[in-house]
């Protein structure tokens, strides 16, 4: 069973430039979150979808960074036109469900994005 | 709001000993869960350990253990016998039962020395 799988590993962009972050969830899950990870802190949610739709997008900036999950295919977290304080470690985790023994959430490697 | 406070920035442990992770969290809620994540320099987020806040039992896996005190909002893990393996970001996170974000510490870097 494959665990969660990220894309690219590592980005390099230029300012101005978009950056595309993919995650495919375990099998059989349909919740993913989204988290950015600065230098030398912790994790800090940005959004939470389930297929085709945003359920929760409250810790993810208001403008230039937009996520999605369709129906087919992995998870896509879009950043427009990038600045120096984007470069972060981005990671997504995947979920069964909600409450019970699926409750627990998966982590991917985490892509690192450096803006130039 | 939940907020996850982890108060040492940094702890170090001699191999074979034994070092204890302490966090502490603020909500009103009273079911939620707990969970100890390992980051070790890959950058990987390893669960360690979680703890389900109705169970009043404490969790352990291994060399791994956790005190639970529900009533002082505190959750702190133990490292048994410590390997030059634990050497990683330890955070502590919490999340609210039938939510979906993760709160996270802001981590304690943990060095095993020989």
């Not at chain 1, 600065?38 to 230039?64: A, C, H, T, W």
């Not at chain 2, 909500?27 to 987020?45: A, D, G, I």
């Not at chain 2, 955070?91 to 304690?108: I, V």
Request: hydrophobic share 30%.
């Amino acid at each position: 069973n494959a665990g969660v799988m990220q894309n690219p590993r590592h980005l390099v962009r230029r300012r101005g430039q978009e950056a595309r972050l993919r995650c495919s969830p375990m099998k059989g899950h349909s919740h993913v979150y989204w988290y950015r990870q600065l230098p030398e802190e912790g994790l800090k949610f940005m959004v939470y979808l389930q297929k085709e739709n945003i359920i929760d997008e409250s810790g993810m900036p208001k403008e230039r960074f937009s996520a999605e999950f369709p129906k087919e295919g992995p998870s896509i977290l879009r950043i427009q036109q990038v600045v120096r304080g984007d470069s972060a470690a981005y990671f997504c985790a995947s979920q069964g469900g909600l409450g019970g023994s699926s409750y627990e959430q998966y982590f991917g490697p985490g892509t690192r994005l450096t803006v130039t | 709001a939940q907020t996850v406070t982890q108060s040492q920035p940094e702890m170090s442990v001699q191999e074979a000993e034994t070092v204890t992770l302490s966090c502490t969290y603020d909500t009103s809620e009273n079911n939620y869960y707990l969970f100890w994540y390992k980051q070790p320099p890959s950058r990987q987020m390893i669960l360690v350990i979680r703890q389900e806040a109705y169970k009043q039992q404490n969790a352990t896996e291994n060399r791994f253990s956790v005190n639970f005190q529900k009533a002082a909002k505190s959750f702190s893990l133990k490292i048994s016998d410590s390997q030059l393996g634990d050497t990683a970001m330890y955070f502590c996170a919490f999340m609210r039962y039938n939510n979906n974000d993760m709160r996270f510490g802001a981590g304690t870097r943990l060095t095993v020395k020989p």
